[in-house]
């Protein structure tokens, strides 16, 4: 498998996977433009769409592709029922597309019909987990964030993080602030600068370096925990999670 990042609007990835014998999956077309130009220069053929939740910068090119490929399957959430989806799914199921395997996680949080799909070791998760950093709360709560995240955290460490948007930097710099002191979250936020300053992005990343360099999959740790002064048993450590988001709202 061949996986392409197309960059759309101001930080947006649009995801190909393409299976190096002329097709390929398309996942959030926010616009159509760049994807067909992609299509057509590589000779691709698409035989779904996948979309993970409802907003536009993720969904607004589905029409304009799908008329140039009627047949197509656009795989969604029931929210994306207005918004060109023909086959829903809810988390817990597996699809198959051409041969290749899609489970369906359901990650509710930013949107409460977000989904992901994990067709290892690819994880297509729209905007609920970022390189250093997790999704707005637009619609769900923390507590229900949280459980998304440690759903996801329960993939292998070499899954690949495929999230829709470039805000690594941000992130980084946010955790620098809460610690300061991390060594592994300053050695990244260099390396991820020297990408971005050859106008390379900063993902795909690792679940693996994730587990290190992000805050929301280490609300478990005890600095963490006293940096923001939030004592947490292990029963609710999405109470750690709220007070992060709630800093990185007003960051």
């Given amino acids: 498998m061949n996986l392409i990042s197309i960059p759309a609007f101001q930080d947006n990835y649009i995801w190909l996977l393409d299976n190096q014998q002329g097709h390929c999956v398309i996942v959030d077309p926010g616009e159509a433009k760049p994807v067909l130009d ?16 409802h907003h536009r910068d993720h969904v607004g090119g589905v029409a304009e592709i799908v008329a140039q490929y009627p047949q197509l399957a656009v795989y969604g959430p029931q929210e994306t029922a207005g918004k060109g989806a023909n086959t829903f799914v809810h988390g817990g199921e ?20 977000h989904v992901a ?11 609920t987990l970022f390189s250093a950093g997790c999704g707005r709360l637009f619609e769900g709560s923390a507590v229900e964030m949280h459980h998304s995240f440690q759903r996801l955290a329960q993939l292998p460490d070499d899954t690949l993080i495929c999230c829709a948007h470039e805000y690594t930097l941000s ?42 360099i992000n805050l929301f999959l280490r609300c478990h740790d005890i600095d963490l925990q006293k940096e923001i002064g939030v004592s947490s048993p292990p029963h609710s450590l999405h109470s750690v999670f709220s007070e992060l988001r709630r800093r990185k709202d007003n960051f």
Avoid: M, W
């Fill in 94 to 113: 597996t699809i198959e597309i051409n041969g290749q395997q899609y489970i369906i996680i359901a990650v509710p949080g930013h949107t409460l019909g």
């Fill in 117 to 127: 799909y994990y067709s290892a070791p690819y994880l297509f998760c729209g905007d």
């Fill in 38 to 53: 992609v299509l057509a220069r590589q000779q691709l053929i698409p035989d779904a769409i996948l979309l993970t939740h």
């Fill in 171 to 212: 992130n980084l710099k946010f955790s620098r602030g809460i610690l300061p002191q991390d060594r592994e979250i300053e050695t990244y936020q260099q390396q991820v600068e020297r990408l971005r300053a050859k106008g390379r992005p900063s993902v795909p990343t690792t679940l693996q370096l994730e587990r290190k």
